[in-house]
Structure formats: C-alpha cells, structure tokens
Nanobody, 116 residues
Framework: EVQLVESGGGLVQPVGSLRLSCAAS????????MTWVRQAPGKGLEWVSS????????DYRASVKGRFTISRDNAKNTLYLQMNSLKTEDTAVYYC?????????RGQGTQVTVSS
C-alpha cells in the first residue's frame, strides 16, 4: 500500500520558516518524480514544486521561487520542502504527491498557517 505522510506544518509569523517532510512507503520512492501541492481555504489544489527521481531537476511556481527549496533523500524515502520568508498567502494545507496529472496519489496533508 502506498503511503505518504507529511509532517512539519504549523503556525508561523510572516517572514518565518518551516521545513516540511514527507515519509514515503509502499512503492519505489527513488524511481518516482515527486511534487508538493497545496490547497488554500476555498481554493483548488495548486502545484508548488517538483523534483526529479534522480534529484537533478527541480521546478517551482513563480510565487515561491527563491523562497522554497525542494529536496529528497532517496536513502530515507523522504521528501522535503524548506520554506523561508513565508507570506500570509502561503497559508494552505500542503500535500506531497507522486507526480502525475491531478496528483491522485498524495498524503493527508499538513496545515501551514502564516499569520501575525
């Protein structure tokens, strides 16, 4: 059974930082491209960042580029998202997902709230 378990969310003030983790199991993590997506209150899922299976390629939505860093540790079957200089508009539930159209395989999510 595929499992993706996110952690690391919480309440943080603007310009603060958080590091999200996603523990993967039930599939060969090292051979899959992985993605972080988010869902803000009242909105649909929004792509945030992706990383290739071999770590060589990363990509970010424009609004987080330069602030967020995606990474992975294939030996630990874990995906990360380092989020710096957080803004109120980053408030959302963050999900890790196996990269695919509409991201059907994703975790339960972790809440990130940016507020003063």
């Amino acid at each position: 059974e595929v499992q993706l378990v996110e952690s690391g969310g919480g309440l943080v003030q603007p310009v603060g930082s958080l590091r999200l983790s996603c523990a993967a199991s039930g599939f060969t993590f090292s051979t899959h491209d992985m993605t972080w997506v988010r869902q803000a209150p009242g909105k649909g899922l929004e792509w945030v960042s992706s990383i290739g299976s071999d770590v060589a390629e990363t990509d970010y939505r424009a609004s987080v580029k330069g602030r967020f860093t995606i990474s992975r540790d294939n030996a630990k079957n874990t995906l990360y998202l380092q989020m710096n200089s957080l803004k109120t508009e980053d408030t959302a539930v963050y999900y890790c997902a196996i990269q695919a159209m509409d991201w059907p395989i994703r975790g339960q999510g972790t809440q990130v709230t940016v507020s003063s």
